[in-house]
């Protein structure tokens, strides 16, 4: 397995792929021995032949894999997927790497140089270019989705490697060295091909939690304080002056243990055993800090301001210093664990971060005044920066619970107390009930009332909020927001639990209707002054990108995204309110994925000025956080993003683009719905030709797949729906839709028009360019043998339709782009997909054999055929890297 198809590949990064398919080439041929190993690379080989398009070939292909006993298909298709990981750590760790070849267009610190000198240029310099990078007000929210098929044992091998790779990198090739390092490689990748890479059991909320604390503990925790250091370097080097210590122009917060929307899973008593987990995770981790800071911090030059603040330091001053701050995160941790396990402490924990802070601090100040600036500013201002972003509780928590629930709360409360049927009420009476609660001095949960176990179970979770533990709670999500009462609910219920004053409460709009009539609702919240004492005169306002793309199509999803946040940005203005929009994206382009770069540019200007808020979930953590150096580049490229949105805004669209693309998106939401809704063979079709059915078995994360057991495409969540689409290739959620509506436009005379709007409207280039990325992942070829193998035959028509649809919106990207062919200037694209598509394309064949073989209810499935199936689905999740 150690000859790919990557000549085309910069040459060291081609080193590294075959360096790793060889070692993995060794472990099979041990295992299983060289005539399977011959086997997978015939079948590889052959895959390569029939990329070619010759349809002899592919029956070769198929032959092959068609004939392959049932003791044979685990081997083959794990070595299928597991190569593909080796190539996506490959890849990973050498877009870090100094030794690979840049072309300019992918030098993140480049980019971020060249910004700033243009920021310069607008008189944007000194002390008012440190105020806008600090003020930045960037918040990522790591989210536990269902797409994240790799186990976390594996994650941290593949994350060992990558670090070997590194290693790697700065050793000659007559090093005494290497052979050592390929060695632990060698290893490494036998301990991977030997250890179990389909979950057995569903990870649990906690485990999820716990897996994004591994996230910061192995990577953010090294990459924020090295992106400040870049930040202040690039400063220097024009005269500003540093960031304060204080500044965190980047933070995290996190949903992992707090979003309970459909997720039955997700309980007050997880949500409480997370926030306390989190309190422990962060104080090990400083306890780390500060232990080197004593093995560091052994002069005894001092202040004398220092050592009047501390008068027991002693001979060694820092060090008398840091003692006691140990202590105190020793206490701090124990108390934590005790509080996890659902019991009491007597210690005495640090619960404010400014307890941590101002002793180092004072540190940093000392040290600096005494003239040992060099070593304040080495692991002293790492640690300082990191208190800065991560504070005492590591990142915050977010909770989020759907607004029916907080209305069945105060039905069940009404019905009690005989006032009446609150769900059967206007918006104006529930709006004068809950003001007139708001403002009353008498409790509203009464005291000898057994509630139902929803509700017990809502108000249980309110009480968390109200705990210790609830300063790590960040805000109150309310999904399906639909008026004014729903947020006014939950204000009413965090007040009657006792929950901190003004915790922000951010409604969610999701589907299509709800963003059309968002700015409507809000303009009704912030005319009540209540609410607008409440708040402050700062809301945050959650954008779903999920289920709005998934109940109009990805066209009209985003241009209704788009006005959104132009019609919310102008209500807040008129109500003098400082907005912050919440992005919920996802990894695939159905759910808003996409480069950070071009997306925040692509948003209408002005509209992230009061700072972004984004998810980063499942697989898109790990490949942009994963390792500490790449971490550190994509944290750059979204402030790069911020910065350059606010101070060097895009001109608006020309009102003609406008009209056409309203035009567009009328046209698009239609076809797309015609469809999807209206064509009585499409659910059937897509049950049969995609793995949905087949996706339960695969323990993929701690929410269920559907909001509600039965149903049809309306209950299914918007990541299984994408993530099966992907699976064979059609990728339809991603351009369904958009095929008739550009159609339309270039009929009429549009074309122009539409490659003006490509080339002068970043907004319409990005959709552009991430319809062109995804449909050159789609292949018609693939879609076509699912159908033939899978798809009944009165179904097999409408297959030969959307397979007509994908060809039109294929030839239509490309009349727009003016290109002859899809990722033209997207090099590094289509050399990636060069190298994984003789991989992916014997595991989708398979797939498709292996699901036609299950479905025959006559036919025993042996246990390799149903692992060998489970197996499929990770290795091209693998293979096409942006699945939900």
């Not at 490689?185 to 301990?191: A, N, Q, T, V």
């Not at 002056?241 to 309980?267: E, I, Q």
């Not at 999500?477 to 939950?490: C, K, R, Y």
């Not at 003016?818 to 598509?837: G, I, K, T």
Request: proline share 5%.
């Amino acid at each position: 397995m150690s000859q790919t198809a990557t000549q085309q590949l910069d040459p060291v990064l081609r080193d590294k792929v075959r360096i790793l398919g060889s070692l993995l080439g060794q472990t099979i041929g041990d295992q299983y021995g060289a005539a399977m190993l011959e086997q997978i690379e015939q079948i590889r080989k052959q895959a390569k032949k029939a990329r070619s398009g010759a349809s002899a070939e592919r029956d070769i292909l198929l032959q092959l894999l068609q004939n392959l006993p049932d003791q044979s298909l685990v081997p083959v298709v794990r070595g299928f997927n597991q190569f593909l990981n080796l190539a996506n750590i490959a890849e990973q760790q050498h877009s870090v790497s100094w030794r690979r070849q840049t072309t300019g267009t992918d030098d993140t610190d480049a980019m971020f140089s060249q910004l700033l000198d243009r920021l310069q240029q607008q008189g944007i310099d000194g002390a008012a270019l440190s105020e806008q990078i600090a003020a930045a007000n960037i918040e990522l929210v790591l989210t536990a989705h269902p797409t994240e098929i790799t186990r976390r044992t594996l994650i941290q091998k593949y994350d060992n490697i990558a670090r070997l790779l590194q290693q790697r990198d700065d050793l000659r090739d007559d090093h005494p060295q290497l052979a050592a390092l390929e060695q632990q490689l060698g290893e490494l990748i036998d301990e991977i091909w030997h250890t179990d890479e389909i979950r057995q059991v569903r990870p649990t909320a906690v485990d999820e939690a716990k897996w994004g604390f591994a996230v910061i503990e192995n990577s953010l925790w090294y990459a924020v304080p090295a992106l400040l250091r870049d930040l202040d370097a690039e400063l220097h080097r024009r005269g500003a002056d540093p960031l304060p210590l204080t500044a965190a122009p980047v933070r995290f917060s996190s949903w992992m243990g707090g979003d309970r929307d459909g997720n039955p899973n997700v309980t007050s008593v997880v949500t409480r055993e997370v926030l306390y987990l989190a309190r422990w995770m962060a104080a090990d981790l400083y306890l780390r800090d500060i232990e080197q800071l004593i093995a560091q911090l052994s002069m005894s030059q001092a202040s004398a301001e220092f050592r009047h603040q501390y008068p027991q330091a002693g001979a060694e001053p820092y060090r008398s210093c840091l003692h006691q701050l140990r202590q105190q995160l020793e206490d701090t941790r124990s108390w934590a664990a005790a509080r996890a396990r659902g019991q009491d402490s007597e210690r005495q924990p640090l619960l404010d971060p400014e307890a941590l802070r101002q002793p180092l601090q004072h540190c940093y100040d000392s040290l600096v005044s005494v003239g040992l600036q060099r070593i304040a500013n080495s692991h002293l201002l790492d640690t300082l920066r990191r208190i800065a972003c991560f504070g005492l509780t590591l990142g915050k928590l977010d909770v989020r619970q759907e607004s029916t629930r907080h209305s069945a709360v105060l039905a069940e409360i009404c019905a009690w107390y005989n006032w009446g049927d609150y769900l059967s009420w206007s918006e104006d009476e529930k709006q004068e009930f809950l003001l007139r609660e708001l403002a009353s001095r008498r409790p509203l949960i009464p005291n000898r009332w057994t509630p139902s176990a929803a509700t017990q179970e809502v108000l249980d979770t309110m009480q968390v909020l109200a705990s210790d533990a609830g300063d790590g709670v960040s805000c109150y999500i309310i999904s399906m927001a639909g008026e004014p009462s729903d947020i006014l609910a939950v204000a009413l219920l965090l007040q009657a639990c006792s929950v901190r004053d003004h915790l922000p409460i951010v409604p969610l709009f999701e589907t299509l209707s709800d963003l059309e009539q968002a700015p409507a609702r809000m303009q009704k919240l912030w005319s009540v002054n209540w609410y607008r004492d409440y708040c402050q005169g700062h809301q945050q306002i959650m954008i779903g990108y999920s289920d709005s793309s998934k109940d109009a199509g990805q066209l009209a999803a985003v241009w209704a995204q788009y006005q959104v946040q132009e019609a919310l940005a102008a209500v807040a203005a008129d109500h003098t309110i400082r907005l912050r929009l919440f992005h919920g994206r996802g990894g695939s382009v159905g759910r808003g994925g996409g480069p950070a770069h071009r997306a925040i540019l692509a948003q209408p200007p002005g509209s992230v000025r009061g700072g972004l808020r984004v998810t980063e979930q499942g697989e898109v953590i790990r490949f942009k956080y994963g390792l500490p150096d790449v971490a550190r580049l994509n944290l750059k490229i979204y402030v790069a993003a911020v910065l350059e949105a606010n101070l060097l805004p895009p001109q608006p669209p020309l009102p003609a683009w406008r009209s056409r693309m309203q035009q567009l998106a009328a046209d698009g939401v239609a076809s797309y719905r015609a469809m999807v809704r209206e064509n009585p063979d499409f659910v059937r079709y897509f049950r049969a030709a995609t793995p949905e059915q087949e996706l339960g078995k695969l323990a993929l994360g701690s929410r269920p797949a559907r909001r509600k057991s039965g149903g049809g495409i309306e209950s299914l969540r918007a990541i299984p729906w994408i993530f099966a689409w992907t699976q064979m290739r059609l990728m339809l959620p991603a351009w369904l839709g958009s095929d008739n509506a550009l159609q339309q436009a270039v009929d009429n005379a549009g074309l122009d028009e539409l490659r003006a709007m490509y080339q002068q409207w970043p907004f319409f280039r990005t959709y552009i360019d991430m319809l062109e990325m995804v449909v050159s992942k789609a292949d018609t070829a693939i879609v076509q043998y699912y159908e033939a193998r899978l798809v009944q035959a009165e179904l097999q028509p409408l297959g030969s339709v959307l397979r007509q649809r994908l060809d039109n919106i294929r030839q239509l990207v490309l009349q727009v782009l003016q290109q002859d062919h899809l990722l033209q200037n997207n090099m590094a694209l289509q050399q990636s997909m060069q190298v994984r598509n003789p991989y992916t394309d014997p595991l989708h064949y398979l797939q498709a054999e292996l699901l036609y073989r299950e479905r025959q209810e006559q036919e025993v499935i042996s246990t390799e055929v149903e692992r060998a199936l489970k197996v499929t689905m990770a290795g091209i999740a693998a293979g096409m890297r942006n699945t939900g």
